[in-house]
């Protein structure tokens, strides 16, 4: 992220922070903790605050053909945000990562029409797909299915424009590359569109059928790698399935296809993705793919919460009983990362998930994954047992 950037966003909560402090000091105002952390909204004026964090943290234990996989104890995540709203339109983002190496993940300012736009600048994690793009606390797994996790764009600095209405919902994002990416000619700009249709939508009934797209232009080495974990991160985040350093990279195109049903405590939805990489110098075209299905309920009554018009979840409906929210989930995923000349590996993984809810801002999420790769991007068939727990506490 550039220094111009960070200095324009430091600039803009201090103006957040001017403009709520005469609502503050002559008391006009009221002060109140949630989920999403600790809230100061003004009573006149349509500005608040919030500020909260996530904390993730995982025991994970692998069994089977486990070499180079190093288990245990994980920080996941620890990261804190602030949000604010200025006069019901103005908005500003910023959200930094501290677990791992320390990256700022958010940092934009925007704009929202109350009916029919939202427009952000700055960096964000573009749209693309239903999963990537749902609130991380509020996911029903410990990661991202295997397709997701490894064609989703990743953190970067570009606009970004929402169009809606009653029905339909349309998003897009232009972006640069993050700070990592080797640039020494022309900037690789990318381009997310999500299109979502959804007749019924609301926090708890939907039906949503939607389509993301993202052409990404190659960096200066002219090569790209997909891989991904094998939906647990170990403490050296092993993986599976790896394309490599794919060369003579042009371009790539992938495409999303979302479809979703929620109805109460059951959620049923999935994704089918499909990726060509435009080569040059006499390198073949590559195509690779994956999708994944997911079933989930809440034994105890509550319900996945829907966002209307970002289309994604948001967390759960209140906790009905003392003793907190149960939800069982199971999931299929694929990935084929194998095509012409590159031997990446197929890998089928069947995920069950007992999810705890003993407050509304704290889970204990336990998964069982077994993952088979067949083959891996060694070449050899590797079936790993993945169990374990992880503790998150969210105010985010």
Known sequence: ?????????????????????????????KVFCDEHGLNIVTEKSGSSAILGGLSQNDFIKFRGQ??????????RRFRLHAYFVLNHYWLLNYRYQFAGPPELEDTNIGYQDLHHIIFLLGQSDPYFGLSNASNIPALVFWELSLPINTFAPPYSPGSYINLYTQHFSFMNNVFSPGPKVNISEKVPIGTTFRLVYSPIHTLTHVIHVAV???RQNANSDREV?????PEAVSRNAFELVDTGEIINTRNYFISDLELLYLKGPFEAQAELTNTRV?????SPDLNFSGYYIVVNYFLTGESRLYDWPSADFIGIT???????ALQVAARYSYINLTNRDIRGGKEHNFTFGLNWYPTQWSVFLFNYIYALASPDFAGKRRNVNIFGIRYQIMFD
Do not use: D
């Open 66 to 75: 486990t070499k180079g996989i190093a288990g245990g104890y994980r920080y």
């Open 278 to 282: 435009n080569r040059f110098r006499g």
């Open 1 to 29: 992220m550039s220094q111009g950037l960070r200095a324009i966003t430091f600039i803009f909560i201090v103006i957040c922070l001017v403009w709520l402090l005469p609502e503050v000091v002559i008391a006009r105002y």
């Open 212 to 214: 993301s797209l993202w």
């Open 318 to 324: 209140k906790i009905k009983g003392r003793h907190g």
């Open 225 to 229: 790698e997909f891989g991904t974990v």
